[in-house]
């Protein structure tokens, strides 16, 4: 299954290489991962998407905890939140083919961001599902997709949830701290709204 | 190492912020933890740190190969309790010390290993011996640091020890580029202190799994404690034997664990596992509750995992997070240190009656030890397990015995008693062959006026051998026991089980080992027969220097009982009521 989880973690070199290394160490295929400035300077935040057993869960945050650059390790699990990931899709386009193309992102509420006489490119965010929706409708009309970047997919849960981060820090989050499993069981809930 | 002197400017720097070079901070630095001794070997990329070594109270002790620095780092540690400290060069100096930095790793063992490295400037260039040191160690250390400021050097290596004795333990590497050595900056000890460590989140010892341990102890009709490392590490002898005591509980041991338990405790049961005894693995696959204390249900311990103690309910005290529900599903986790959470536990645990479980462990041992080979009578055969009997006897168990990896390493966790913890140094996790010699040279510098035994094969002693040198160089006394049975005896016991006596790359030729401790300056004698066994172990252990003893053992014995891999811990070999082995001891 998929398991998803978001990480706090020092911002300076290698950090990146430690992460990934122990999921290379324990076999495990990161399906995606990205990183970038969270709201504190010196933390970069992560989101790892990877494909592992169901009991897997468990070990991997407890060994990514055991890494001395990483401050702060959330297991997703089913956990009201939401998602999304970012797709720049250039697509081979004249003008006499781009209008079609214009209504298919107008459906999909992307957008085009840059235009030149034999191609196109178009940027959308969304879940993933939405994104490969946009990419299948594209290879099914004429249109030829000539690249695809994808950012992976980042993660938040919905609510209050930075707290854990500035236990972490040594500060005081001057509220309940949440119990790890505070949400189990509002998967549903959370996947009704992630397919809006 | 300096004098007095010295050793009063070296702890003034401590107190009083002064501005030193990077070399001299490694040393301050150093001395502010407490270190008194290091091991190592010189090189370009850290020269600096040498030629500042003068100005300060530490003892380094000069190696003859970066693998035995670490060794004898990890020996120190084990037998002190303390993190040990090893100093190489970069490039082949550092790559050199992987294998003791790993074999450190998978024993849990607080090290700290100081690397030289090329200048900043070159960094990343395969500049002459540049070795990405950090990168090649990161999956074997518990962290490591890249320093390439004078300024960093400090705080670096203060984390470093931090690191290394916190949690579970683990070894530590800081690499340090030569110009950072070179450069200076104000050394402030106490500035540089690290943030307090940070527990790992996961630990948790909860209100109701305490209860619920109680509840299952208090039920439980054949509970079995499982004890490990961690009971020494935690320093959890104490608690561990009231629970045993209080409760009637017996105690099966891990090869890391022995000591942990005393070994003549009518309650401790030996060693469980691939060479366990009969009687210990039986009553592990029939028990309705294992507790384990400080243990990672390896696989040398369970055997195979779908028939491990299938009755029984699991209660595991751990304080790594990661090793829960790892290998085996256990009941109940209470993740934290062990002791801490003993202490919490034995209030609940009231006094039970034990003594039908017991009685069924005693019958189960039935014959298996009166025909045990070392009560056998004398027949003119040496077998390594009366060599390991007598020495035990002889030295009453109060030595601290360093072993290789083996048959023979198997014999001596079979047939030495251990009593106290940090007596018994072996790599375990990684078995890592040459590990001995160099490991008992820091476990002797750790405990100088212990009593300190090697207890190596012929095939793993000659993988660091020239540490005899260093036991030359630096006078120290220790003794040597090599069970010499012309093989990679316990390759060639698999080959003889597995691989139809196909014994490809194991008969062995060797020096004559009394003749290279001669070479060295080392005395010492070969024994071939039983009834010299006693003289011989006498004689090196009044000898005033180190002492080798070549024992020409048995050269087609096998370790019994062994479960074979992918076996269920009951589905052992025995050893053959009659025996085939006619062969006796060679003259060589
Ligand atoms: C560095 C290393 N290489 C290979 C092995 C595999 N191995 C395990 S035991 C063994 C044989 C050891 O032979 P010896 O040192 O003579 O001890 P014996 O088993 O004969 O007592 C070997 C080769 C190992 N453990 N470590
Ligand atoms: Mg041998």
């Known amino acids: 299954m998929l398991h998803t989880f978001v990480a706090y973690v020092e911002d300076r070199p290698g950090v990146l290489t430690r992460v990934a290394s122990l999921f290379r160490r324990l076999n495990i295929n990161i399906h995606s991962l990205t990183v970038g400035h969270s709201e504190r300077n010196s933390l970069s935040r992560m989101t790892v998407v990877c494909d592992a057993s169901a009991e897997a869960g468990h070990r991997i945050r407890a060994s990514l905890f055991k890494l001395e650059n990483v401050v702060d390790v959330d297991d997703i699990a089913g956990a009201p939140s939401v998602t999304r990931e970012l797709a720049l899709i250039k697509v081979a386009a004249t003008k006499h083919t781009r209008s079609a193309i214009f209504e298919l992102v107008e459906v999909f509420r992307a957008r085009i961001v840059d235009l030149t006489a034999e191609s196109l490119m178009i940027e959308m965010t969304g879940v993933e599902s939405k994104i490969e929706g946009l990419i299948q409708v594209l290879n099914e009309s004429d249109s030829r997709i000539l690249e695809i970047c994808r950012s992976g997919k980042m993660t938040m849960r919905r609510g209050h949830h930075t707290s854990g981060v500035l236990r972490a820090m040594g500060a005081d989050p001057g509220e309940k701290p949440l119990p790890d499993d505070e949400f189990a069981g509002a998967a549903e809930e959370s996947a009704a709204i992630e397919s809006e | ?588």
Not at chain 2, 73 to 91: E, L, M, Q
Not at chain 2, 123 to 146: S, W
Not at chain 2, 315 to 344: C, F, M, T
């Open chain 2, 1 to 588: 190492m300096g004098t007095d002197a010295t050793a009063q400017a070296a702890h003034e720097h401590l107190t009083t912020p002064t501005r030193l070079t990077g070399a001299e901070i490694v040393w301050a630095t150093l001395v502010g933890e407490g270190v008194t001794d290091v091991f190592g070997y010189p090189g370009g990329a850290i020269l600096p740190v040498y030629d500042a070594l003068r100005k300060f109270p530490i003892r380094h002790t000069l190696v003859r190969h970066e693998q035995g620095a670490a060794h004898m780092a990890d020996g120190y540690a084990r037998a002190s309790g303390k993190v040990g400290v090893a100093i190489a060069t970069s490039g082949p100096g550092a790559t050199n010390l992987v294998t003791g930095i790993a074999t450190a790793m998978l024993d849990s063992i607080p090290l700290v290993c100081i690397t030289g490295n090329v200048s900043s400037k070159v960094l990343g260039t395969d500049a002459f011996q540049e070795v990405d040191i950090t990168g090649i160690t990161l999956p074997v250390t518990k962290h490591n640091f890249l320093i390439f400021r004078t300024e960093d050097i400090a705080p670096a290596i203060r984390s470093a020890f931090q690191i290394a004795r916190s949690g579970r333990p683990g070894p530590v590497l800081v690499d340090i580029t030569k110009d950072a050595q070179q450069g200076t900056a104000i050394f402030d000890f106490a500035a540089a202190k690290p943030r307090p460590y940070r527990p790992h989140p996961m630990l948790r010892v909860e209100e109701s799994g305490l209860a619920q341990a109680a509840e299952l102890i208090r039920h439980s009709k054949r509970p079995i404690i499982l004890a490990g490392h961690g009971v020494t590490e935690s320093e959890a002898m104490e608690q561990l034997r009231t629970l045993a005591e209080r409760a009637q509980i017996p105690v099966a041991l891990t090869l890391l664990g022995l000591g942990g338990f005393p070994a003549s405790h009518p309650l401790n049961l030996g060693m469980m596992g691939m060479h366990g005894e009969s009687w210990v693995n039986h009553a592990i696959q029939e028990s309705d509750l294992l507790i384990a204390c400080g243990m990672r249900f390896d696989d040398r311990v369970t055997g195979t995992l779908a028939t491990y103690a299938p009755k029984a309910k699991k209660i595991h005290i751990e304080v790594d997070p990661a090793e829960i529900n790892k290998n085996v599903k256990v009941d109940v986790a209470l993740v934290g240190d062990l002791r801490a959470v003993l202490e919490e536990l034995l209030p609940r645990i009231p006094g039970r009656d034990g003594s039908a479980w017991i009685k069924t462990i005693e019958a189960s041992k039935g014959a298996v030890a009166v025909h045990d080979i070392k009560n056998l009578p004398d027949s003119g055969h040496l077998w390594a397990a009366h060599v390991v009997h007598d020495l035990w006897r002889i030295t009453a168990g109060n030595a601290i015995v360093v072993t290789d990896v083996g048959q023979h390493q198997m014999w001596e966790a079979q047939y030495f008693h251990h009593e106290h913890p940090r007596t018994l140094i072996t790599s375990g996790g990684l078995g890592t062959m040459g590990f001995a010699l160099p490991a008992a040279i820091g476990a002797k510098f750790a405990c100088p006026e212990k009593e300190v035994w090697v207890i190596a094969g012929d095939g793993g002693f000659q993988m660091t051998s020239a540490e005899l040198s260093t036991i030359a160089q630096e006078k120290i006394k220790i003794n040597i026991a090599i069970i010499n049975n012309g093989y990679l005896g316990m390759v060639r016991q698999w080959q003889q089980f597995f691989y139809e006596r196909n014994y490809e790359a194991t008969p062995l030729v060797s020096p004559d080992f009394v003749k290279l401790a001669d070479a060295h300056g080392i005395r010492g004698r070969a024994v071939r027969t039983r009834a010299e066994v006693a003289d011989a172990v006498n004689e090196a252990r009044s000898a005033p220097g180190a002492f080798l003893l070549n024992f020409l053992v048995e050269k087609e014995d096998s370790v019994y009982p062994m479960i074979p891999v992918g076996s269920a811990l009951h589905e052992m070999i025995r050893r053959p009521d009659n025996d085939p082995l006619l062969e006796s001891a060679d003259d060589k």
